[in-house]
């Protein structure tokens, strides 16, 4: 069994170890998703599926028992279709190509399911993600419950799989670490070329489109092995920025604008997301200098507050009191109508500027799966009134950082035209996100190639 196999296999035999003897776990892959008439979308496996199995085919089931014995159901070889869908691995040669125990074509899937299931105590399988998945396993319990009295026995629990797998999803091991690693070098390369080639262009007197600047990210990432966008590329020139959201369109890049761009490519199934905003024409102006420090600022006070022990909440909470102090130093907030930096914090008062927290979990999804509270805790619960909206709230202790688990860090301001807000600073959108994983002492920013300080990024664009 080769290394890659041998990983799969450990993770499945870590969830068979979970559902217990007399479970059996019960995942397909993503389907197939039509764009328009006769097209596809291009396929994108489901990341469950191919945590456990590192097959990237559509159209396949994978079934694992409680002793740990792994079957596949796929497509099997058509050498008429592969002609024109490409080639299939096939029933036959999946066992040995993949490190599992059987594989039967997908044809099989209704008829050889009920005897996996007879016998078992539990199903498990992921609630509420894939369509009509609850309705095709009662189906297959249906049949198995109408032989019982031939000796047939059928599962009494059905059970979450996600909350299984979320758990071991959440701590990457050193594979999936290096993968990330690789991953977010090509997105700061692509986010480096399109600094570069912006202020390039203007510099020439070219027309600058925010749909040129997105193809130099594609070109980046294909150029060095990525396999997809990990999520649609956000290139927002001038008041796009303030557009959370925004996907890279038509607008014109003009000299003097600040460009947001939120980007990350996908590599062996691992995201990376990366976020930077810089001068359209590679200098500062005097106001757009003083926002951008002003989030870099909070961006440090949120990394150091990342590390093993830490909530993960922290490093939002960091982010927030310095955002809260620095807007009312530069004029954003008047401490006369909302009080001192704890009453904007209490009151939110912020909010209009910083609508987002300031990180998400990031693995195989860009938001990648696992809880934000701490199991161990979920039991304590406190309730409060939401300062803005007035709403009852009910919180519980935030998830405790540990070693392996990987977050973005990614605080920003959004400054739309408003009465009472000082006219340099309107239309300015500035977001700075960098990936980190975190260790004991603290953590490893990963995506750090691409410069962030106003210096670096002014000489990187002469």
Not at 216 to 226: A, I
């Amino acid at each position: 069994m080769n290394a890659a196999n041998t990983l799969y296999a450990q993770r499945r035999a870590a969830l068979a170890r979970h559902i217990g003897p007399n479970g059996i776990a019960i995942l397909p892959t993503a389907p197939e998703q039509q764009r328009n008439r006769d097209s596809d979308f291009l396929f994108r496996h489901d990341s469950y599926f191919y945590y456990l199995s590192g097959f990237t085919e559509p159209k396949a089931w994978l079934v694992i028992t409680g002793d740990g014995k792994t079957t596949l159901f796929c497509q099997p070889k058509d050498l008429e279709r592969e002609i024109w869908d490409g080639y299939r691995l096939g029933p036959d040669a999946a066992p040995e190509a993949l490190g599992i125990d059987a594989a039967f074509s997908l044809a099989d899937l209704d008829q050889r399911m009920p005897a996996l299931l007879d016998g078992r105590d539990a199903v498990w399988y992921p609630f509420a993600t894939h369509s009509r998945l609850e309705s095709r396993i009662d189906g297959w319990l249906s049949g198995l419950r109408a032989k019982v009295r031939y000796g047939m026995l059928c599962p009494d629990q059905q059970r979450d799989l996600c909350s299984v797998l979320d758990e071991m999803r959440l701590i990457k091991d050193t594979h999936e670490q290096d993968v990330m690693r690789r991953a977010c070098a090509i997105s700061a390369g692509a986010h480096v070329r399109t600094m570069q080639r912006c202020a390039a262009m203007l510099r020439a007197g070219q027309e600058v489109r925010e749909y040129h600047l997105d193809a130099e990210l594609l070109h980046e990432f294909r150029q060095h092995g990525s396999q997809y966008p990990a999520y649609s590329s956000i290139v927002a020139a001038g008041a796009n920025a303030c557009v959370l959201h925004y996907r890279a369109d038509a607008g014109r890049v003009q000299n003097g604008e600040l460009v947001l761009i939120d980007a990350g490519c996908e590599l062996d199934g691992y995201a990376s997301d990366i976020t930077r905003t810089f001068p359209a024409n590679g200098v500062f102006s005097g106001p757009q200098k003083t926002l951008y420090e002003l989030v870099l600022a909070s961006q440090e006070a949120a990394i150091a507050a990342t590390k093993a022990g830490a909530r993960f909440t922290d490093p939002h909470d960091a982010t927030v009191k310095v955002l809260a102090q620095g807007m009312l130093d530069v004029g954003l907030l008047d401490k006369n109508k909302v009080g001192g930096v704890d009453d904007v914090i209490e009151k939110r008062a912020y909010f209009p500027f910083y609508m987002h927290r300031t990180g998400h979990w990031l693995g195989m999804d860009v938001h990648d799966c696992g809880a934000y509270t701490e199991p161990s805790e979920i039991g304590q619960v406190s309730e409060r009134c939401d300062a803005l909206t007035g709403d009852l709230i009910k919180d519980r202790p935030a998830r405790i950082l540990r070693p392996g688990m990987v977050l973005t860090i990614e605080p920003g301001i959004y400054v739309r035209p408003a009465a009472g807000v000082p006219e340099q600073f309107h239309n300015i959108g500035i977001r700075i996100e960098d990936d980190a994983i975190v260790t004991e002492s603290g953590c490893e920013l990963i995506s750090r190639d691409v410069p962030v300080s106003v210096a670096e990024i002014e000489a990187l664009m002469r």
